[in-house]
């Protein structure tokens, strides 16, 4: 019971001294310009308003008010204290602001007088930013009246341009994998740390899935992470962290430093490499991916004791609806995507 009050002790405090703890940008409590970049996130957006948000934003796209989702989940978590956990509450807030919006209402009068509307909207944005939006996917030709099925894969494959999630699990569609909320968990090898991401456990060789587009920008062995890929947003602000793959031929072929990824492609197998000064030692016990999502809002959190590292499992979830669907290169006995997509420029 001492523990159970003390941390909810501890909640409240946070909640009630937020510009101790970096969770609005320094400049706006003080007026000084350097160092004008938020410190830190606590991301406990719930599977539930992440879905619901996204589908009154998919679902308003075209209409005469498209609610924004980023903007939806700002104002419930300034209106909750950033508290996901009461599902009435939560749906309370996102039908609220849907309905207001809807009215004609902006979001600048919505939010008025919401003291942490903005901290929110931008720290959100940095979480979520990538995820939905305009894009390109091919998808199968509806067979011909002749019937014919002699015609290769990609002739039977047309482009379609779409709107809505546009960001992929990390485990290929119809691989089995297993999970839970295992963020902050002790880890001990090396010296005692938290865990600061996601484990989702599977079967050696499940291909590992790009969760959004971006650019390789570290590829290679970590004795922590053993063969792991580091893929950075086009935007700068999120890094996806891909650990313990497969020993051996832990990547995708091609694959290297700078190689520019579409969100669905394979980038490389699950393993349980790592724990090792040594390179390509499985000394995991368990076969799984390390998966986490790293927050960047100025360089210097890129490394280091500054660095945000978000409780990613509600998002995992959510994005478990769009699944990377692949198939099996004889030749190289190597997986690859079967369905691609490309980005959407502004302005096309």
Same mark, same amino acid.
């Given at each position: 019971?001492?523990?159970?009050?003390?941390?909810?002790?501890?909640?409240?405090? *946070?909640?009630?001294?937020?510009?101790?703890f970096?969770?609005?940008? =320094?400049?706006?409590?003080?007026?000084?310009?350097?160092?004008?970049?938020?410190?830190?996130?606590?991301?406990?957006?719930s *599977?539930?308003?992440?879905?619901k948000a996204?589908?009154?934003?998919?679902?308003?796209?075209?209409?005469?008010?498209h609610?924004?989702?980023?903007?939806?989940?700002?104002?419930?978590?300034?209106?909750?204290?950033?508290?996901?956990?009461?599902?009435g509450?939560?749906?309370?807030?996102?039908?609220?602001?849907?309905?207001?919006?809807?009215?004609?209402?902006?979001?600048?009068?919505? =939010?008025?007088?919401?003291?942490?509307?903005?901290?929110?909207? @931008?720290?959100?944005?940095a979480?979520?930013?990538?995820?939905?939006?305009?894009?390109?996917?091919?998808?199968?030709?509806?067979?011909?009246?002749?019937?014919?099925?002699?015609?290769?894969?990609? @002739?039977?494959?047309?482009?379609?341009?779409?709107?809505g999630?546009?960001?992929f699990?990390p485990?290929?569609?119809?691989?089995?994998?297993?999970?839970?909320?295992?963020?902050?968990?002790?880890?001990?090898?090396?010296?005692?740390?938290?865990?600061?991401?996601?484990?989702?456990?599977?079967? *050696?060789?499940?291909?590992?899935?790009?969760?959004?587009?971006?650019?390789?920008?570290?590829?290679?062995?970590?004795?922590?992470?053993?063969?792991?890929?580091?893929?950075?947003?086009?935007?700068?602000?999120?890094?996806?962290?891909?650990?313990?793959?497969?020993?051996?031929?832990?990547?995708a072929?091609?694959? @290297?430093?700078?190689?520019?990824?579409?969100?669905?492609?394979?980038?490389?197998?699950?393993?349980? =490499?790592?724990?090792?000064?040594?390179?390509? *030692?499985?000394?995991?016990?368990?076969?799984?991916?390390?998966?986490?999502?790293?927050?960047?809002?100025?360089?210097?959190?890129k490394?280091?004791?500054?660095?945000?590292?978000?409780?990613?499992?509600?998002?995992?979830?959510?994005?478990?609806?769009?699944?990377?669907?692949?198939v099996?290169?004889?030749?190289?006995?190597?997986?690859?995507?079967i369905?691609d997509?490309?980005?959407?420029?502004?302005?096309?």
């Amino acid at each position: 019971m001492e523990l159970v009050l003390l941390a909810g002790l501890s909640v409240l405090y *946070v909640h009630r001294n937020k510009e101790a703890f970096g969770l609005i940008p =320094t400049a706006a409590k003080t007026g000084e310009q350097e160092e004008d970049f938020i410190k830190w996130v606590d991301f406990q957006v719930s *599977v539930m308003a992440l879905g619901k948000a996204y589908e009154y934003d998919r679902d308003t796209y075209q209409e005469e008010v498209h609610l924004n989702w980023i903007e939806l989940l700002a104002y419930t978590a300034a209106k909750t204290g950033g508290d996901f956990s009461s599902e009435g509450q939560v749906n309370s807030c996102l039908e609220e602001a849907a309905r207001e919006l809807t009215a004609g209402k902006t979001i600048e009068e919505l =939010t008025e007088g919401l003291d942490y509307y903005q901290y929110y909207l @931008e720290a959100y944005t940095a979480v979520l930013g990538g995820m939905v939006g305009e894009y390109e996917i091919q998808t199968a030709r509806e067979p011909s009246s002749s019937g014919q099925q002699e015609a290769a894969l990609e @002739e039977e494959l047309v482009w379609e341009k779409r709107y809505g999630l546009k960001a992929f699990l990390p485990i290929a569609k119809n691989f089995p994998y297993s999970d839970y909320d295992d963020f902050g968990v002790s880890r001990s090898y090396g010296y005692r740390r938290k865990h600061l991401g996601h484990d989702m456990m599977g079967q *050696v060789g499940t291909p590992i899935i790009a969760v959004e587009s971006g650019y390789v920008e570290a590829l290679g062995w970590n004795q922590y992470g053993g063969w792991r890929i580091g893929i950075r947003s086009f935007d700068k602000k999120r890094y996806y962290y891909y650990a313990h793959l497969r020993q051996g031929f832990p990547y995708a072929l091609d694959l @290297e430093e700078g190689s520019i990824v579409q969100a669905g492609d394979v980038i490389g197998y699950m393993g349980h =490499t790592g724990y090792s000064v040594k390179e390509d *030692v499985n000394n995991i016990d368990q076969t799984h991916l390390h998966f986490g999502i790293q927050l960047i809002f100025d360089e210097s959190q890129k490394e280091g004791a500054s660095e945000i590292w978000i409780d990613c499992y509600q998002i995992v979830k959510f994005l478990y609806r769009n699944r990377s669907e692949c198939v099996r290169d004889d030749a190289t006995k190597e997986w690859r995507r079967i369905y691609d997509m490309r980005e959407v420029q502004e302005g096309n």
